[in-house]
């Protein structure tokens, strides 16, 4: 009977100071010395520039007035006068603003010199590419123009900003803070849904533009990382007319596209964007996420933000023909498919 109780109790043993060696080698420690500095930001934020694209409204607008207020040298750049007075209007003289188009180089070139001489000898902390916009519609509704356009903004504005600003940043990149650049993306940038392949396309651009900046930038301690919100009550969501779009795309559909699928099939794929603002969340969700990126000293590769985001990045793991069935009651039946609805 000893015998029997022996091994068991030799085996606890084993394993309570197999417990005490990993927490008194990585967990104590982290805890005691790297979490406390891993949360705050000790440095004299007034010297830590950070430039946020996209700042009319929506994630832009909420960051910049949330990073002026926690004391940082904020430079946000809008598309209108009018999204810029107000933005100034309601906060600090350390934040300034650059009123340009991101897809015109020559306005972009000129707001790159400008930053250089605002942020002088201390580079450039933190560069958020924000600027966005979508456009959905099924393929066959899409035309080039549309395609080209979320790319031109979603896309290649973000990598023409991040070139120009990368000498600062790398500047920056040699003091103990560091630099990072935080590409916002979006939960489509994980798992591709139907009638969005403009905007899922230019989001997995993002991810993949990032990931291959990341691994390239760490040696000169720059960071790269990616937000990735879910559907959030932001004026992309919501000021945009999304039934008014489709109208106009089947309206410039030709006859044989319309013939194809059908006046129902149209008029079934108007009821979305009512299912989408169901299922719209707090923005500020996502400005959490944000905030933890700049203020970290070791942030990670990726933030997600949104319940729905946890459905997303699961699914960009799930078997392709899992997704696939999932996806189908997205979708009305077209007039002229001969298979099943789902598949």
Request: net charge positive; charged share 20%; hydrophobic share 40%.
């Amino acid at each position: 009977m000893m015998a029997t109780l022996f091994y068991p109790a030799r085996a606890v043993e084993r394993l309570i100071n197999v417990v005490r060696i990993i927490f008194g080698t990585f967990i104590l420690p982290y805890l005691t010395v790297f979490l406390p500095w891993d949360n705050t930001f000790r440095k004299d934020r007034s010297t830590h520039f950070i430039f946020i694209t996209g700042c009319d409204s929506g994630f832009g607008y909420m960051l910049s007035k949330s990073m002026d207020k926690k004391g940082f040298s904020v430079i946000a750049t809008c598309l209108t006068d009018k999204g810029a007075q107000k933005l100034k209007s309601e906060t600090s003289d350390r934040l300034r603003t650059m009123v340009f188009d991101m897809t015109n180089e020559k306005q972009l070139d000129e707001a790159v010199e400008n930053t250089k001489a605002i942020c002088g000898n201390y580079g450039l902390y933190c560069l958020v590419n924000n600027a966005g916009v979508a456009d959905e519609a099924p393929f066959e509704f899409q035309d080039m123009a549309a395609f080209r356009r979320v790319m031109e903004i979603n896309y290649f504005a973000m990598v023409a900003a991040t070139k120009g600003l990368m000498p600062l940043l790398r500047k920056s990149g040699q003091s103990s803070s560091g630099a990072r650049v935080i590409n916002v993306a979006s939960c489509a940038g994980r798992s591709s849904a139907p009638a969005m392949a403009a905007y899922t396309s230019s989001k997995f651009a993002v991810e993949a533009f990032s990931d291959s900046l990341r691994r390239e930038f760490w040696s000169f301690n720059v960071h790269v990382s990616v937000v990735e919100p879910g559907f959030m009550r932001t004026p992309i969501a919501t000021t945009v007319d999304p039934k008014g779009m489709i109208a106009r795309k089947w309206d410039k559909a030709s006859s044989e596209v319309q013939n194809a699928y059908g006046y129902k099939f149209f008029t079934k794929i108007l009821e979305n964007p009512k299912r989408l603002q169901a299922i719209l969340q707090d923005p500020q969700m996502t400005i959490v996420q944000m905030e933890k990126n700049i203020l970290k000293a070791y942030p990670k590769s990726r933030y997600s933000a949104g319940y729905d985001s946890i459905f997303y990045v699961a699914s960009s793991y799930m078997p392709a023909f899992v997704i696939d069935v999932m996806c189908g009651p997205f979708l009305p039946r077209p007039d002229e498919a001969k298979f099943g609805k789902y598949m």
